[in-house]
């Protein structure tokens, strides 16, 4: 997949784990589309977590035809549309009928650039999967893909040798989220540091300490 390097795919044993820790543990890894046109690949450098009892959380009152995947097996892609227009994908966490998920918010395109380049309509690298919504269409995500499985549907997420690239907190900066109104002060955004692919620059946001985990 890149530079030679041994990958390993993600297995339904880690997306059982806390939201919080996959949120952290996906940085790093390389999201995989294989599509009829060909495979578009992104390592992840954005991600937000959405926990029960988060106001925030699509989960937050009730499961509803809507959100149903979010309580569904873990390691399940939850595709869903927001604005009328845009598509966003997350990862389905945590032991069934929690309803928890984790959205990936930006990548660093590594393979296929030149299929997301035409499905986004620009040239500009920095600019193909800087955001929720761009990253998909760059992807080829489509809400089709709702319910997917991550081991064997079209969209899977790999790993570097056995562990993903930054698994220390230190390694993790650790923000508010973006573009919500409840649950705004929480810290429950994560992105790599000094990464020019990341949607928004942590200066810009409220951070705080890498380790911090405050309850809802």
């Not at 806390?18 to 060909?38: K, S, Y």
């Not at 495979?39 to 009892?53: D, P």
Request: charged residues 20%; glycine residues 10%.
């Amino acid at each position: 997949m890149q530079n030679g390097k041994r990958f390993f795919m993600f297995e339904l044993d880690f997306y059982r784990q806390e939201t919080m820790t996959v949120a952290r543990a996906l940085l790093g890894a390389v999201l995989v589309h294989d599509a009829p046109e060909g495979r578009t690949a992104g390592r992840i450098v954005e991600t937000e977590a959405y926990l029960w009892g988060d106001p925030a959380c699509h989960a937050y009152r009730r499961k509803t035809a809507r959100n149903a995947v979010m309580f569904g097996p873990p390691g399940h892609a939850y595709v869903y549309q927001i604005y009328g227009m845009h598509h966003c994908v997350n990862i389905v966490t945590a032991p069934e009928g929690v309803g928890e998920a984790v959205l990936v918010r930006a990548l660093e395109p590594l393979e296929g650039i030149e299929l997301m380049q035409r499905r986004r309509g620009l040239d500009k690298l920095t600019d193909l999967c800087k955001g929720p919504g761009r990253l998909v269409q760059a992807m080829g995500i489509t809400r089709a893909m709702n319910g997917s499985s991550l081991v064997s549907g079209p969209i899977s997420i790999w790993s570097p040798d056995t562990a993903p690239i930054f698994s220390k907190k230190s390694s993790i900066v650790v923000t508010t989220r973006i573009g919500i109104t409840q649950g705004a002060d929480l810290p429950y955004r994560f992105h790599l540091p000094d990464n020019r692919f990341v949607s928004f620059p942590a200066d810009r946001r409220k951070s705080f300490p890498a380790g911090a985990t405050p309850s809802v």
